[in-house]
């Protein structure tokens, strides 16, 4: 009797989410093999990390508020796949959008509600504009974005580092910028409503790309480009588009996050939730909705981390066991290609 | 006699009658019922392989004998790769058994395969690049030397090129050679492993007629040494030229075994498709065929493009296409074909000139705007231009018509409308789709081609240009391809066919241009035409060519 491994030409999504469900659980074996090995008792832990979690009304708004931006940021990762560009750079446009929403809650007097409204269309912008050098470069020059939009990410970091502690510092805490008076009003806790329409705007950009023409061209041009313009379809036009929107979605996180949850601006404000983004999407596997679920997942697991370092966890613990889950997930996707077969003697 | 003056005879280490089948074939064409006693070299036996959905192969029996070349003839699809995968050990049959010289074998991979002495030369060859020749021959092998120098490993290449009788320079980087040479390259390193079973997988799709000249030679020799050649292919002619015997699969089941002496081409592409094929003249029309029309759909004057690499690659092309008509466009490939294409179906800019199409210029216009013009366009590149690969079935029926009604709505995209549409396509196409939700690479390239095809003829009220629209197809796509292509002009559109096959061209168009280096060297009518005329344009000689008034 002898076993092979056989490589089927696609893999069916029930086996493809199966292999995910087994990385997820291979990378929590492994993370607790570890912490028994560091003197940690691993379900006390798990015990821990569950019921100040997902069985706590405080830790679930917790967990809210970090799911707010990583989905958003996701989503905006995953919207720059559909055209077949890389936005490495969420992170940036976090960043910009944050700032810019910021600056207009700070220097331009106004009602609380315009003044919400005026900083959501000004983070928008903001993202739109942090990514438009690499959107421009990778449309007309074949520039890969990948670079332009990474490296623009540490300039808008230090840039918000700079006015948060220089010309824009609060006399109090000299680290960050004096409150912004317009906050997002909140429905359950610490929960605001950049909750639900965080969740309505990737509903509706996932409806947008499968039931409309525009959806579908972007679709085309993302898989195949010179069968796209084949087609008839102005692919550098929609190129564009979508990577603005791409860095738009990330500047509206950073938006959020100040107007919703931190109400400053700091060094610091993301939170890496530009690059955990990148991991929500890679999860998602190019699905809009599945951001959803894949940014709650993360959202989870930094939430976990956070509680693991109360418990005396470093960090960088914290990191690897994220990155285990993201290696493993990896594998277990190209593993779901193969069936294992057994040979009739 | 130099076959009999050859001292050493293979005697096979399994087999105590292999001696004497040899000698007896030295004389005869070697036929399983005019040996008996002598063990096949390769006798494969109710040979089954599964996978999911699709039967591979079933009970496929065939014999191949010492000093035989035996052709294994089919389909795209048909199982001859599959069949040559579980001789050489990358499948395990899911029934059915291998027997080498008599004695049955197993083998769980290709190493055991090589080490039975089956070797195989894919038609991707298998070659690094970067290396020597002598490096290439004596990679992953156990007779290299352990402490070793090039010139040692040069010197022993060729004394195996000499013992083989095969040409190749030691010392020349592959990535230097041409694809001839590089193929002997492969044959070399095949039979360096001691091969007594020679299995070639279209080799001549990548040769000139003289290299492939050359290889047969090659193989013959071979052959007479005792050993045996499997040759795969679904070229008629060339199957006939070179083989003892013939085994035709279809549908994963051997059909027959035929002597090839005893074959004709169209018997064999009978067996192969399984029923008749026509491929002869298809000028003549339908009974109720829309006449030719009196004015041209297509005109073109002056019309000139630059190529990829910024250069002119057309010239002050002039010709005009009426409806109803097919304009067949001759000439050695490379010579402004791909950007004839291309600009006449507004993917690629012109650079100067006019196109005009149903009195309507189509100066400054896309390539959405030319199909919404009514042309259709069959990409020379299927799998590059014309389908997005890792996208569904549906998604690539609807590219043509995605935008408008029913499919599209307003700006909405109808996922019922869409998938109707491709059902229908499908249908249309005779591809039977489990699911068209699957990406569409994982259809056969003659399904791909059928797709692609009626996707076009949809749009194509009244033009289609179709590029190579059978390359890399067998002959029974291949009918089918030229069949809708007909069935096209009469309905009443202007088909510019291009194409490599001049048998092809001749069988369809009802006016032949030819492009050389960018220009049209002529147009000629398709009535008593002289071959040899072409040839001689194709090279680039131009002939009564004044252009057409524009």
Known sequence: ?345 | MRRAARPFLVVSANSNDSLIGSSRMQDEIPAAASSPGTPPRVYLKGIAKYFPGVIANENVDIEVLPGEIHALLGENGAGKSTLMNILTGIYQPDAGEIIIDGYARQFASPVQAIAAGIGMVHQHFKLVQAFTVAENIHLGWDQTPKRTSAAVLEARTAELARAFNLQVKPGARVSDLSTGEQQRVEILRVLSRNAKILILDEPTAVLTPAEARELFRALRDFVSRGNSVIFISHKLDEVLEISDRISILRQGRKIATEKAADCDPRMLAKLMVGRDIVLDDMRGRAANAKPLSAEPVLKVAGLSALGDNGLPALHDINFSLRAGEILGIAGVAGNGQRELSQVLTGVRPALSGEIIIAGKTMAGLKAGEFAAAGIGHIPEDRLHSGLAPAMSITTNAVMREYGRPPVAKGGFFSRDAAGKLAREIASAADVAIPDFAMPIRNLSGGNQQRLVARREMRIADRILVAAYPSRGLDVGAINTMLRYIVELRDAGAGVILISEELEELLNLSDRIAVLYEGRIMGILDNDNLDIDEIGLMMGGRAHGYAGEAA
């Open chain 1, 1 to 345: 009797m002898a076993y092979r491994i056989q490589r089927l030409p696609s893999s069916t999504p029930l086996i493809a989410f199966a292999a995910r469900v087994i990385a997820v659980v291979l990378a929590l074996l492994v993370t607790a093999l570890i912490l028994v090995i560091t003197g940690h008792n691993p379900f006390e832990l798990a015990g821990e990390v569950l019921s100040s979690s997902l069985f706590d009304s405080f830790g679930l708004q917790d967990l809210g508020v970090i799911f707010m931006p990583l989905m958003l940021t996701g989503l905006s990762v995953a919207i720059g796949q559909q055209i077949g560009a890389w936005n490495i750079g969420a992170e940036g446009q976090f960043y910009a959008g944050a700032f810019a929403a910021t600056a207009i809650g700070l220097f331009i007097p106004a009602p609380d509600w315009l003044s919400l409204i005026l900083m959501g269309v000004g983070g928008f912008a903001a993202g739109a504009i942090w990514i438009l050098v690499p959107t421009l470069a990778k449309a007309y020059a074949d520039v890969s974005e990948l670079i332009s939009t990474l490296l623009l990410n540490f300039v808008a970091a230090l840039l918000v580092y700079y006015v948060a502690t220089g010309p824009w510092h609060d006399r109090m805490t000299n680290s960050a910028t004096p409150k912004v008076a317009a906050e997002i009003p909140e429905f359950w806790g610490a929960i605001h409503w950049g909750f639900p329409i965080a969740i309505l705007i990737a509903i509706v950009l996932a409806l947008v790309l499968s039931n409309t023409k525009w959806g579908y061209e972007v679709r085309l041009s993302g898989s195949n480009p010179s069968a796209a313009k084949y087609a008839g379809i102005p692919v550098r036009r929609h190129l564009i588009m979508v990577m603005l929107l791409s860095g738009a979605i990330a500047g509206f996180a950073g938006m959020l996050e100040v107007a919703g949850t931190v109400h400053r601006l700091q060094g610091g404000i993301s939170n890496n939730y530009g690059y955990i983004g990148i991991m929500v999407a890679v999860l998602a596997r190019g699905s809009l909705i599945g951001v959803i679920f894949t940014g709650a997942f993360m959202a989870f697991i930094q939430n976990s981390g956070i509680i693991l370092q109360t418990q005396g966890l470093t960090t960088s613990a914290v990191l690897a066991m994220t990155g285990l889950i993201l290696f493993l997930t990896a594998i277990g996707e190209e593993l779901s290609y193969y069936r294992i077969t057994r040979d009739k003697v």
